[in-house]
């Protein structure tokens, strides 16, 4: 299940970059900056969370971020959570991860769970921000499929 999660991240960062990049060419338009820096934020509290290490973050919907943030924040959120999975076992996914919400509400979910979540939560909101790109004016969207991303590191 690891490696599988680690595959999962690869794709993820794929499909974050092909987006970043339409955003930029599509003029970095507010609502898909709002959106990309809220998939972003998410990352990192969900992160935090199974660490068990405080939020660093107030909340997941950053103010007034830019394009060069979001470029610079996809990697590194791509690298830490690579070196968290890298750092766990196999055995270490089914450990009960305790968390708060940004509104102090205390929940319980299973690792795997979380980081299920975490990729689910960014191609739902990856859809979002190609939708946000479409109303501003872009005809085309990049290809995010992960068939296609399979196919693209097959070639």
Same mark, same amino acid.
């Given at each position: 299940?690891?490696?599988?999660?680690?595959?999962?991240?690869?794709?993820?960062? =794929?499909?974050?970059?092909?987006?970043? *990049?339409?955003?930029?060419?599509?003029? !970095?338009?507010? #609502?898909?900056?709002?959106?990309?820096?809220?998939?972003?934020?998410?990352?990192?509290?969900?992160?935090?969370?199974?660490?068990?290490?405080?939020?660093?973050?107030?909340?997941?919907?950053?103010?007034?971020?830019?394009?060069?943030?979001?470029?610079?924040?996809?990697?590194?959120?791509?690298?830490?959570?690579?070196? =968290?999975?890298?750092?766990?076992?196999?055995?270490?996914?089914?450990?009960?991860?305790?968390?708060? !919400?940004? #509104?102090?509400?205390?929940?319980?979910? *299973?690792?795997?769970?979380?980081?299920?979540?975490?990729?689910?939560h960014g191609t739902h909101?990856?859809?979002?921000?190609?939708?946000?790109?479409?109303?501003?004016?872009?005809?085309?969207?990049?290809v995010t499929?992960? !068939?296609?991303?399979?196919?693209?590191?097959?070639?």
């Amino acid at each position: 299940m690891k490696t599988y999660f680690l595959k999962m991240f690869n794709y993820n960062l =794929f499909a974050n970059q092909q987006l970043i *990049q339409a955003v930029e060419t599509g003029g !970095s338009p507010a #609502t898909t900056l709002k959106l990309m820096g809220h998939l972003l934020a998410a990352e990192q509290a969900w992160l935090e969370r199974c660490k068990l290490i405080p939020p660093s973050i107030p909340n997941s919907w950053p103010e007034n971020i830019t394009i060069e943030q979001c470029k610079k924040q996809v990697p590194e959120r791509y690298e830490a959570w690579v070196a =968290f999975l890298n750092e766990i076992n196999e055995e270490d996914l089914n450990k009960i991860i305790p968390y708060h !919400s940004f #509104t102090g509400d205390y929940f319980e979910n *299973q690792l795997s769970d979380i980081i299920t979540q975490v990729l689910n939560h960014g191609t739902h909101t990856r859809a979002q921000i190609g939708q946000q790109l479409k109303f501003a004016g872009t005809k085309t969207l990049p290809v995010t499929d992960y !068939s296609y991303y399979l196919r693209v590191l097959n070639s």
